[in-house]
T-cell receptor, first 119, second 111 residues
Framework: DGGITQSPKYLFRKEGQNVTLSCEQNLNHDAMYWYRQDPGQGLRLIYYSQIVNDFQKGDIAEGYSVSREKKESFPLTVTSAQKNPTAFYLC??????????????????FGDGTRLSIL | GQSLEQPSEVTAVEGAIVQINCTYQTSGFYGLSWYQQHDGGAPTFLSYNGLDGLEETGRFSSFLSRSDSYGYLLLQELQMKDSASYFCAPLNPGGYNKLIFGAGTRLAVHP
């Protein structure tokens, strides 16, 4: 079955440590996204990528980094610079727009998320 | 600036109809999506309105009025499993399928 896999489901970070959250998809989607969700809140965009080797900062990119070396994978690193990393992290993917300057109305498909906490 | 307004909580009984309103103010607008998220789960896509009017998908319908910067999600024949958070998400007109999520509406369905 096609889908998005996030791992691990739960992750604990020590102070001063960088941690990497995995996101893999086999939907053949070009576009991928990382969101952060705090309790009782909506989703805030961290980074997004429309194609391999390209990614853009979202609304809250500070303290995070990403890479997009393969179409299927979009790992997120939470660096020690992110002082309040405790949150629910969601990865998503979608069909990208094929028409320059226009978004695709195709839905975003989400993984089951990773819960990150500070030790 | 950008803003999204949805009621924070809505309560209804099984079998009833509920409407969740959404007003938006964005720097650009291409369409409006709706997503459902159960507690602790992943958001799932419900519907998309690219044009004004009503879109119907089973028990769920979604409406958009671009001139009023307003949309709503209508849930009919409510079931207990519909208890979840619902997010309206305007689609940014740039080429990156960038959605804007607000805080969402928490729907509680009671017997």
């Amino acid at each position: 079955d096609g889908g998005i896999t996030q791992s691990p489901k739960y992750l604990f970070r020590k102070e001063g440590q960088n941690v990497t959250l995995s996101c893999e998809q086999n939907l053949n989607h070009d576009a991928m996204y990382w969101y952060r969700q705090d309790p009782g809140q909506g989703l805030r965009l961290i980074y997004y990528s429309q194609i391999v080797n390209d990614f853009q900062k979202g609304d809250i990119a500070e303290g995070y980094s990403v890479s997009r070396e393969k179409k299927e994978s979009f790992p997120l690193t939470v660096t020690s610079a992110q002082k309040n990393p405790t949150a629910f992290y969601l990865c998503a993917s979608s069909v990208r727009s094929v028409e320059f300057g226009k978004p695709s109305n195709q839905p975003q498909h989400f993984g089951d998320g990773t819960r990150l906490s500070i030790l | 600036g950008q803003s999204l307004e949805q009621p924070s909580e809505v309560t209804a009984v099984e079998g009833a109809i509920v409407q969740i309103n959404c007003t938006y103010q964005t720097s650009g607008f291409y369409g409006l999506s709706w997503y459902q998220q159960h507690d602790g789960g992943a958001p799932t896509f419900l519907s998309y309105n690219g044009l004004d009017g009503l879109e119907e998908t089973g028990r769920f319908s979604s409406f958009l009025s671009r001139s009023d910067s307003y949309g709503y999600l209508l849930l009919q024949e409510l079931q207990m499993k519909d208890s979840a958070s619902y997010f309206c998400a305007p689609l940014n007109p740039g080429g990156y399928n960038k959605l804007i999520f607000g805080a969402g509406t928490r729907l509680a369905v009671h017997p």
